[in-house]
């Protein structure tokens, strides 16, 4: 019997709304792992000292919110091919003293999508070019998407995102500026909200033709709270399947269980301890 627990945790700022060391701890419960997940609330001044600390302590990862997803690369040893290419990172490993950033965003996405759609040859239309938009584009390209659609207000990031999916994928991808209400092509496979619309207000829905959201489509958001946003009822209503963001919540976090402790957790009691501490109805 020991008494050291295994270390990680997250570094973000706020922090307090966080509903992510609920469902850590939950698989680290459910696994039987002497671990712990510590959420705290990190500065950007004081993320240096922060990483040095996990360092010091053994610990065996962190991952990274906002404000540091980008930051935090400058303090790595080295980066996974996604985070290299998303140029984020949302989860560290510490092996041997040496940091590697990983993303695990997209790769959640990725997971979760592939419950109801295999990626390989699909048309998928990214709505959003930010971190969450980066990261899911880059992904399903290289998970075999055969297309990427990205569509965004600010055409400086919504290109720049089409142009890195078409040159360093073998997707192809195009940008589709976002001045107007979109309809969503007959071409698509899958459309995702990647943008903040809807995030604490279940009644704003992004800019898009309700109508366009066929019952063929998978109709993905990333909105993780609330879950059942009014893009996602739109969706329902017109019979498309959906995913909620909740999935992809789930699984980026249970990839990084999988690169810090090299066991697979249970995403359903992961899922089930989110929805009780978000106050669903049902997992
Ligand atoms: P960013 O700030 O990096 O990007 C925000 C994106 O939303 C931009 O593309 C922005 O467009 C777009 N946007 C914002 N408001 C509007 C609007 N009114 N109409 C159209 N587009 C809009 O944020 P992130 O990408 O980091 O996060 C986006 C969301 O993803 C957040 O709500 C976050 O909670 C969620 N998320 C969920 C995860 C999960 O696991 N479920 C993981 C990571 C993030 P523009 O460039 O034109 O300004």
């Given at each position: 019997m020991g008494f050291l627990s295994v270390l990680t945790g997250s570094f973000s700022s706020p922090a307090d709304d966080n509903p992510t060391v609920a469902m850590m701890e939950a698989a680290y419960e459910a696994a039987g792992l002497d671990a712990r997940y510590l959420n705290v609330d990190v500065s950007s001044a004081d993320l240096a000292d922060a990483i040095s600390g996990a360092r010091a302590m053994g610990w065996v990862g962190f991952n990274c919110s906002m404000p540091h997803k980008v930051a935090v690369i400058d303090h790595l040893d080295q980066l996974a091919e996604s985070a290299e290419l998303i140029g984020a990172v949302n989860c560290v490993t510490i092996h041997d003293g040496s940091l590697t950033g990983h993303n695990t965003d997209g790769q959640g996405f990725v997971e979760a999508m592939r419950e109801y759609r295999h990626p390989g040859g699909t048309h998928i239309v990214v709505l959003g070019a930010g971190g969450a938009g980066r990261a899911i584009a880059v992904e399903s390209a290289l998970a075999g998407a055969a297309r990427i659609t990205v569509v965004n207000r600010n055409a400086v990031r919504g290109e720049a995102l089409a142009q890195l999916v078409a040159d360093r994928t073998d997707a192809e991808a195009d940008f589709q500026p976002w001045t107007s209400r979109y309809a969503v092509p007959s071409s698509a496979d899958?459309?995702?909200?990647?943008?903040?619309?809807?995030?604490?207000?279940?009644?704003?829905?992004?800019?898009?033709?309700?109508?366009?959201?066929?019952?063929?489509?998978?109709?993905?958001?990333?909105?993780?709270?609330?879950?059942?946003?009014?893009?996602?009822?739109?969706?329902?209503?017109?019979?498309?399947?959906?995913?909620?963001?909740?999935?992809?919540?789930?699984?980026?976090?249970?990839?990084?269980?999988?690169?810090?402790?090299?066991?697979?957790?249970?995403?359903?009691?992961?899922?089930?301890?989110?929805?009780?501490?978000?106050?669903?109805?049902?997992?």
């Open positions: 899958v459309v995702v909200n990647a943008t903040s619309v809807g995030l604490g207000d279940d009644q704003a829905l992004v800019d898009i033709d309700p109508d366009s959201l066929r019952p063929e489509l998978l109709v993905a958001d990333v909105i993780p709270n609330p879950p059942r946003t009014a893009y996602l009822r739109a969706a329902a209503q017109r019979k498309a399947q959906t995913l909620d963001g909740l999935g992809m919540l789930v699984a980026q976090g249970a990839i990084a269980i999988e690169l810090w402790h090299g066991v697979n957790p249970d995403r359903a009691a992961m899922r089930s301890r989110l929805s009780e501490v978000l106050g669903l109805d049902s997992p």
